[in-house]
């Protein structure tokens, strides 16, 4: 391993050098990588083109950031990019103009890589599939994705938030549950279920956590780490720790199920709605779940935020399946009697 790392601060030095003028396209290569992105931006874009694909994205994307974090815990050994500052390696590099580089996970593998590679490949293939003749068009999603997913990874490298095998583990593994995942889960699954599902990710979590802590295992051991060694205290966040994912993958496991169980659901997802009511449901989701994640819980302790950070991505599956459906049909009715 030591021979990875070091390397690894080799490559990484090499992509400073070349790259650092350009910074900031890749921190937004970066910020396109983000995991987070997947419940508020990518989930309500799919859910607007076809509701299958929308359900497929935030159903492969909230079990792939679960079963990362045991990955990662699994592998508790792997070191973050930051450890190089304990290591004596990191004289040519530039870790504190990067605040992403503060994660407070273990490094492997790369939640972006992995999480993110999984939750957009079934995109990939539903534009793949739109021409199931092989033409040069029909190629055209794959090289995007292939395009989008190398720039992440080089990306995670530059702001030494991961070495590079790291993120080649975390593309592996990406594609793989990607394509492994069943696409999407069925609509006839019972509340049931959605709720088993998430108390099975929350506690399983918490079980895999306690567990090992028995055997000896401190888990937290990056936590501490990261606040010693960031160079701003405010850039260790509280939604970067572990139990963080773990809220957000469970909670959209039960807001899917509370969604699709709603006596509306059906009503709502009856006919073809034209592009302009699918235009303004996509502006209402993105609106909701930007009201909802941007509410200040930093000031929280950390287990009233986990709480708040629970309900609010229960709500979020809700708002884009159920509420703004709803604001849009019921403006589209008031429109209609007004002009009767």
Request: glycine residues 8%; hydrophobic residues 50%.
């Amino acid at each position: 391993m030591d021979v990875l790392h070091s390397s690894g601060v080799v490559l990484a030095a090499y992509l400073q050098e070349k790259c650092l003028d350009f910074s900031q396209f890749w921190l937004w290569v970066n910020h396109l990588g983000d995991p987070a992105h997947i419940y508020v931006i990518y989930f309500p874009l799919a859910y607007c083109i076809c509701n299958r694909l929308g359900v497929a994205i935030l159903w492969t994307g909230l079990l792939s950031e679960w079963l990362n974090l045991i990955f990662k815990w699994f592998l508790f050994g792997e070191r973050p990019f930051w450890w190089i500052y304990e290591s004596g390696m990191h004289s040519d590099l530039h870790l504190t103009q990067f605040p992403l580089t503060c994660e407070t996970g273990p490094g492997s593998p790369s939640g972006h890589c992995m999480i993110t590679g999984a939750a957009l490949w079934p995109v990939m293939m539903f534009f793949t599939n739109l021409r199931p003749q092989r033409t040069l068009l029909s190629l055209v999603p794959i090289i995007l994705y292939i395009m989008l997913m190398v720039g992440v990874a080089i990306s995670r490298v530059l702001i030494l938030a991961h070495f590079p095998h790291q993120v080649v583990a975390g593309l592996i593994a990406g594609m793989y549950l990607g394509h492994s995942i069943p696409g999407t889960v069925s609509r006839g699954c019972t509340l049931l279920f959605f709720t088993l599902t998430s108390v099975l990710l929350l506690f399983g979590a918490f079980l895999i956590y306690f567990g090992m802590g028995i055997f000896g295992v401190d888990l937290s051991w990056s936590i501490n780490r990261a606040t010693k060694w960031c160079a701003k205290p405010e850039w260790v966040r509280l939604e970067t720790r572990p139990f963080s994912s773990v809220t957000r993958s469970a909670a959209s496991a039960l807001g899917l199920g509370f969604a699709f169980r709603c006596p509306l659901y059906s009503r709502l997802c009856k006919g073809n709605r034209d592009w302009r009511k699918r235009t303004i449901t996509l502006l209402l989701s993105l609106l909701l779940l930007g009201l909802l994640h941007h509410l200040p819980l930093q000031t929280a302790s950390p287990l009233l935020f986990y709480f708040l950070n629970f309900i609010r991505h229960v709500l979020g599956p809700f708002a884009v399946v159920i509420l703004a459906p709803f604001i849009t049909h019921s403006l589209s009715m008031r429109a209609t009697d007004k002009k009767e």
